[in-house]
């Protein structure tokens, strides 16, 4: 089975509070995209990547692809859109059936290959997995005053990363679905979760974390430079 690696990288970067979006941020010498995607280039099953930028980021986003990536996969960039599903819709036309589809955060540097394969495995298996690790902090539900509603047992909560891997078929109907019920949703799995199919969580590292929040930045650049 062929892969097809999805990255959203068209966020605007505004918890952050820098200009320039965070998939394009320069650590040591390399844009965080390209960091993130060096990440998967030891995936045997990868045959094409389809980035979604800001209109402002395609040509660099192409650049990037066209130096980092071998000859043999394919690539689009692709304009995103105002929501991260948005812009994973607009990449899935690029996605043939029959592809193992991984969608993977720009700003997820970290991601080790075993993982990666792991989370392929999973999905081949199931049609839907998700790389995650387990709650490390308590977890409360609050409401609209932040009044604590409920605390739901730790030992069945887990956060979910990136990649979340799919059957192409499962995740094209899960987008149809979500866009014609004008569902938004955090992540992909939601989607799929939505069709009732089932979804496999796959044990990763805590190590995978988003670079979201300027500590996150420079956790990342401590750990890239070292
Ligand atoms: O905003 P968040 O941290 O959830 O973003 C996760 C990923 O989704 C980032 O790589 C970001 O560039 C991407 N994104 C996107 N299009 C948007 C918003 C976010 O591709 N409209």
């Known amino acids: ?67 980092v990536l071998p000859e043999h996969i394919l690539f689009h960039v692709i304009e995103g859109g105002a929501e991260r599903q948005h812009s994973i819709f607009n990449t899935l036309k690029f996605v043939d059936d029959g592809n193992l589809a ?15 394969e792991n989370c392929c495995k999973a999905a ?44 192409k078929e499962i995740l094209q109907e899960a987008y149809q679905k979500a866009f014609e019920e004008n569902f938004i949703g955090t992540d992909d799995a939601s989607l799929v979760e939505r069709l009732g199919h089932p979804v496999k969580m796959v044990e990763g590292d805590r190590s995978n974390f988003k670079i979201t929040y300027p500590l996150d930045l420079k956790l990342a650049k401590l750990l890239l430079s070292s």
Not at 8 to 29: H, M, Q, V, W
Not at 102 to 116: G, W
Not at 157 to 167: E, G, R
Request: charged residues 20%.
């Open 124 to 167: 081949m298996q199931t049609g839907a997995s998700v790389l995650g690790v387990p709650a490390k902090d308590t977890i409360k539900k609050i409401d609209k005053d932040q009044m604590i509603l409920d605390t739901p047992s730790r030992s069945f909560l887990w956060q979910a990363q990136t990649p979340q891997v799919f059957k």
């Open 1 to 67: 089975t062929k892969a097809t690696l999805i990255i959203p990288a068209a966020g605007s970067g505004s918890r952050l509070n820098r200009e320039t979006p965070k998939p394009f941020l320069e650590i040591s010498g390399k844009t965080i995209l390209e960091h993130t995607i060096l990440r998967f280039l030891g995936l045997e099953s990868l045959g094409q990547v389809v980035v979604a930028t800001s209109p402002l980021y395609l040509n660099k986003a192409e650049e990037i692809l066209n130096s």
């Open 102 to 116: 991984i969608v993977h955060d720009a700003v997820r540097p970290f991601v080790e290959l075993k993982h990666i």
